[in-house]
């Protein structure tokens, strides 16, 4: 019954795509509708995944055929814990953000088609088990993206743009002479990802397959970004549309420590462990770019005089506590870092659609530049005052529950990292705290007064968000429970690459959990 469906979720809005472009561009209201249509059936069946998914499984929905025989390039698609809810994410965010490119008034139709040949692309990565189609797909997001943000961003769009573009492209040559490399290497020649591991271990020299797993790193670290190869994120998310901004923060970030999981650590998981004379200072080094990632980020959104800009900064911050999270490699760690991944997207989306409801209005987005908003729209104040104290990781929301998870994990692995991490949680709070108090409470700018409020399409776009953060800061197993035993193999299968002094001195056993990551962590001596 569930035959195809990946197939399906991922080919509809291309489907979608050819409709649009078939329609008549004198009718842009018509094309809207089309369009947000286009994405419905992917977010339906992409919930009916998440339904029938077994955590207990390997890869499920398997969609397997012969695409190029020549090469032995196939048309293999499956999901695992790892990725099922990323396509969940990607779907429900897809939706909501066509619902928010409704205020896009020029080129309707162009736009349109090409943010649907881009939801292929982002929800093909995820499926995708065959390494050529995974880089096809890969590929397929940068045109699109490039053209979105080149031709109906803001003043400096063209500048934003062509960044963009070359650093994704150096990443994907990165990626491309890897993926070579790991093809041609086994007899027969392969890309299945599921395979490429057990085929080329024997077959690569250790300092061969270090130099691969450094050039997928650094492919996949300007897609998160890691610092320094991140200064590409802030001038693309400022100048970037509201709905694209939201889709770089909510699903294109992901791809990245996505691509280190599937790849890096499934694929090469010697060099992940010991590039460096049989110590871990690999996993060190991946921690220590995330603590980074996280003190720098929430410094320079506190430094940021630019809404949209400190938001963007913001996420370079939250994406270092899914980097720490996998290099310390523990169970709980694991889970609060792919856990960030999915709460990270929603609640950047909901900061950056605040932001872009607020820009509708004003056409300004200086902080400095508003006050008194609570008094003026009470109900968009009080949703926005709900987003950043989820940003801010307060409990009960779901950021609280990835962050601690993270640093709960790291501890026994990275104490010192651990503690510039969570020290990093003072700066979060004030640069939050210090933009809600600027923007939104005080006496009213009287330059604002006929601001109207939240609209029913704007809440629509707002509200599913803030359920589902809510949701996840109470019930967080909902996504923990899918995720976790493909995390848990995925960590057992790194590990038991790891040299005897490594995996001796390892301060967790991922075998040992047979009842959840909380409780092994918990029972672990």
Wanted: aromatic residues 10%; hydrophobic residues 60%; glycine residues 8%.
């Amino acid at each position: 019954m569930d035959d195809g469906i990946l197939t399906l979720i991922t080919f509809l809005p291309l489907v979608g795509a050819a409709v649009v472009l078939a329609l008549p561009a004198s009718e842009p209201r018509l094309v809207r509708l089309v369009a947000t249509a286009a994405t419905l059936p992917s977010l339906g069946l992409a919930c009916r995944l998440v339904a029938r998914f077994d955590p207990a499984g390997g890869f499920q929905f398997v969609d397997r055929v012969p695409w190029i025989p020549a090469f032995n390039i196939e048309y293999f698609v499956g999901v695992d814990g790892i990725s099922v809810t990323m396509v969940l994410l990607t779907a429900l965010l897809s939706t909501l953000c066509m619902v928010a490119s409704w205020n896009v008034g020029e080129a309707v139709k162009g736009y349109a088609a090409l943010f649907l040949l881009l939801e292929t692309g982002m929800l093909g990565t995820f499926v995708a088990l065959d390494f050529f189609l995974f880089f096809v797909f890969w590929e397929l997001m940068l045109l699109p993206m490039y053209f979105l943000i080149g031709i109906w961003g803001g003043p400096r769009r063209e500048y934003a743009a062509i960044k963009f573009f070359l650093y994704t492209l150096l990443g994907s040559v990165l990626i491309l002479v890897a993926m070579l490399v790991l093809y041609v290497t086994p007899d027969p020649h392969s890309f299945d990802i599921t395979r490429l591991g057990a085929l080329v271990r024997d077959r690569l020299a250790p300092e061969t397959q270090l130099l691969l797993w450094i050039a997928l790193f650094v492919g996949f670290a300007i897609k998160i970004p890691v610092v320094p190869f991140h200064t590409w994120l802030p001038d693309a998310h400022v100048q970037a549309p509201t709905a694209i901004s939201v889709i770089l923060a909510g699903v294109l970030l992901k791809m990245g420590t996505y691509g280190l999981l599937r790849i890096n650590f499934g694929i090469l998981p010697e060099a992940t462990w010991a590039p460096f004379a049989g110590a871990t200072l690999s996993f060190w080094l991946l921690g220590a770019l995330g603590a980074l990632g996280i003190v720098y980020g929430a410094v320079c959104a506190m430094a940021q005089t630019d809404l949209k800009a400190l938001v963007a900064y913001s996420s370079i911050s939250h994406m270092g506590f899914v980097l720490l999270g996998l290099a310390a490699l523990t169970p709980m760690a694991l889970n609060g870092a792919v856990l960030q991944m999915f709460n990270h997207g929603t609640i950047t989306a909901m900061l950056f659609l605040l932001v872009g409801v607020l820009y509708d209005r004003t056409q300004r987005r200086d902080i400095d530049g508003f006050g008194g908003i609570a008094a003026i729209m009470p109900r968009y104040a009080g949703v926005a005052g709900f987003a950043f104290f989820a940003a801010m990781g307060i409990p009960g929301l779901s950021a609280f529950i990835s962050e601690v998870l993270v640093l709960l994990g790291a501890w026994p692995v990275y104490p010192g990292l651990t503690v510039v991490a969570a020290a990093s949680v003072v700066l979060t709070a004030g640069y939050f705290l210090w933009a809600l108090q600027r923007v939104y409470l005080g006496p009213p700018n009287p330059r604002w007064a006929g601001l109207r409020e939240l609209d029913a399409r704007e809440l629509g776009m707002l509200l599913p968000l803030a359920a589902i953060v809510l949701t996840l800061g109470i019930v967080p197993t909902l996504v923990l429970d899918l995720q976790s035993p493909a995390l848990l193999r995925l960590a057992e299968h790194v590990r038991a690459a790891a040299p005897a002094d490594a995996a001796a001195a390892a301060p967790r056993d991922p075998a040992r959990v047979a009842a959840g990551p909380l409780r092994a962590e918990r029972e672990a001596p």
